[in-house]
């Protein structure tokens, strides 16, 4: 059994001016040419791995022009610790809480999947969360000005996350969201489900 985890986690894409301050929650990071930064804050009082990875050319379609995370993973982080990790821009990739059925990629487990600087004028930067390979973890993706989606169970339907099992989305992909490019901050938060704690 697994101890009690709570992992927040905050995704910030944020404009080239300094952000104002904000409270805790919001990264007040400044974009640097062609990075992201992805803030870890461990919630809980046990420690928790969170774990970035990349799709490009494999899970993603996306390939020419997607680039690969190139930073060190965040590591384990204890109770109340943080971290920040640059990711690079046009990155597509996922971020899981790890667990030891979790695969390198996230795979059997629960997953925030982003495609970042899309070049595209509609969806310049996409999210969802997935558990078409399994649900693992409770897990909500707020994006400042944009869609919130938030999944507490494997039947929190398709506006929220894919289903387990489901490649298509509900027929219609509606568990992606976009948002526009820019200043925009993600908020994400990982804890365990009651039924895998100890």
């Known amino acids: 059994m697994y101890a009690a985890k709570s992992l927040l986690v905050v995704f910030a894409l944020v404009a080239s001016a300094v952000a104002e301050d904000r409270p805790r929650s919001w990264s007040n990071s400044r974009r640097q040419a062609g ?9 809980c009082g046990a420690p928790v791995t ?10 993603s379609p996306r390939c020419a022009d997607a680039v690969p995370f190139s930073g ?19 990155w597509v990739g996922r971020v899981f809480a790890s667990h030891p059925q979790c695969g390198p990629k996230g795979e059997s487990c629960t997953m925030g999947e982003f495609n970042l600087d899309s070049g595209d004028f509609f969806t310049p930067q996409s999210y969802d969360i997935s558990n078409i390979q399994g649900f693992t973890d409770s897990m909500q ?4 000005g944009c869609d919130t989606v938030t999944c507490t169970n494997a039947n ?7 289903p387990i099992g489901d490649l298509s989305g509900c027929g219609n992909d509606s568990p992606v969201h976009a948002c526009g490019a820019g200043g925009i901050a993600f908020t994400g938060e990982l804890f365990m489900p009651v039924g895998l704690q100890s």
């Open 156 to 162: 929190c339907g398709c506006r929220n996350a894919y």
């Open 50 to 59: 969170p774990v970035i990875t990349d799709t490009r050319c494999g899970y």
């Open 141 to 144: 993706i707020a994006a400042s």
């Open 72 to 90: 060190p993973q965040p590591g384990q982080l204890g109770p109340g610790q943080s971290k920040t990790v640059t990711v690079n821009a046009r």
């Open 35 to 43: 990075s992201h930064p992805f803030t870890f804050v461990n919630k």
